[in-house]
């Protein structure tokens, strides 16, 4: 290339930037496309490398303290002097405090402990579903590098779970501190990693015992449906449905309780949980020349199903059984596509007994589930009570029928 290319190259003359001299083909529109993909996808794995380089030496620190048994090698006061002479060495990290650091070794030995751990955590590892594929290539990533590591971790007796990686410090700290044992800390992680949840989400869920709630709703999906949805339909219904977001009259009916879900969709699939994608309320449909309507209509992107849910404001009556076994069949030959899964059903009650709905589902063959909703917000009386404007507007309109009527009076008594 000759000077003169390269000056015209390098000209940096005070200029306008703006498109010229180009044709925008396919084949431009398609780089430019990939180009965007590749730099989002360095963002995503730059973000979850930090994290992970940052949890990776958590972890590492906390089981020094555990292997080295460092209490007794340096005396009670090791992880105060650790945390000053890290922080002398480091004055512009965070994360160094003396606090963290016992909550470092409180991870470690929370985990490190349990016999079953490892088989659990390969378990999680097997069930946990990363949405993106840049997660999954990340995740590799994290893997070999914890295998390089063990190498060099003489006497470690668990490596760094690469799971972990995708999780943020404190939603860890979190998980440990308020879980009673790794089973129930490891369903809070991989909701953490498959849900998104952010620390405040995380703390609601465990505080709402999501873990015992999650999948304790009384069904047949596991015996009527293949094993891999049956599984997943059983894990994605709730034993209860906190339906806290709403309020209601006292004596509300079903009309009502669809009004207000309706209304609140948003945090009515949030309570439902991942997957659920609302369809429609009252969906209509025709059979024999009747129409009959559907309280509320659901499909699940990961089950790949229509989810039929009746609701009821009293509670569970084996009689909702059969109401329920229509509706799912009627979706089943009307909208279920050869690509759609069988439909399920579910009914939501104000409260049920166990052992009439076992009895209700013995013999069916349709897939269904029944829970329970709490926690809905009465309206106060007053809200109910007309307003001082609104009762001063009905005087008026009284008064005013009161004059109307009494001329109207007069006019018949004079003619």
Not at 97 to 124: G, H, P, Q
Not at 177 to 196: P, Q, S
Not at 211 to 236: C, D, M, S, V
Request: aromatic letters at 10%.
């Amino acid at each position: 290339m000759d000077n003169r290319n390269i000056d015209e190259i390098t000209d940096m003359k005070a200029r306008i930037v703006k498109s010229h001299d180009i044709s925008l083909n396919g084949a431009y529109v398609e780089w430019i496309h990939e180009l965007k993909e590749r730099y989002r996808g360095t963002q995503i794995k730059a973000a979850i490398k930090v994290n992970s380089e940052q949890l990776l030496f958590n972890w590492q620190l906390g089981r020094d303290l555990v292997v080295k048994d460092a209490d007794s090698e340096w005396g009670s006061g090791v992880v105060e002097q650790l945390s000053m002479d890290l922080q002398n060495e480091f004055p512009k990290a965070k994360g160094f405090s003396a606090r963290n650091i016992w909550n470092m070794k409180k991870w470690y030995t929370f985990y490190a402990c349990d016999e079953k751990v490892r088989s659990l955590i390969d378990k999680v590892n097997a069930q946990v579903t990363l949405d993106s594929v840049k997660l999954h290539q990340v995740g590799a990533e994290i893997q070999e590098r914890e295998s390089t590591e063990k190498l060099h971790q003489a006497g470690a007796e668990m490596e760094f779970p690469a799971i972990f990686g995708f999780v943020p410090w404190r939603h860890h700290v979190e998980i440990v501190t308020k879980c009673k044992n790794v089973e129930e800390a490891l369903f809070y992680v991989r909701k953490t990693i498959e849900d998104g949840l952010s620390r405040s989400a995380l703390i609601n869920c465990i505080e709402a015992d999501l873990f015992r709630k999650a999948g304790g709703a009384i069904t047949n999906y596991e015996k009527k449906l293949p094993a891999i949805q049956g599984k997943l339909a059983q894990e994605i219904t709730k034993e209860n449905y906190d339906l806290g977001f709403i309020s209601l009259p006292p004596e509300y009916d079903e009309a009502d309780l669809e009004d207000a879900l309706e209304k609140n969709i948003t945090d009515f699939l949030l309570e439902l949980g991942r997957g659920f994608a609302f369809v429609g309320r009252q969906k209509e449909i025709i059979v024999a020349g009747k129409t009959r309507k559907i309280d509320m209509l659901f499909y699940h992107i990961n089950l790949r199903c229509y989810i039929v849910v009746d609701l009821k404001v009293v509670p569970f009556d084996p009689e909702f059984v059969g109401k329920m076994n229509f509706y799912v069949n009627a979706v089943n030959e009307i909208l279920k596509t050869e690509d759609d899964n069988p439909t399920i059903g579910l009914i939501i009650c104000r409260g049920m007994n166990k052992t009439e709905v076992q009895w209700a589902f013995e013999g069916l063959q349709t897939p269904m589930g029944v829970a329970t909703y709490n926690n809905v917000q009465l309206k106060a009386i007053s809200e109910k009570l007309p307003s001082a404007e609104e009762i001063q507007k009905r005087l008026e309109q009284a008064e005013a029928e009161f004059m109307l009527n009494k001329k109207n009076r007069n006019d018949n008594e004079a003619t």
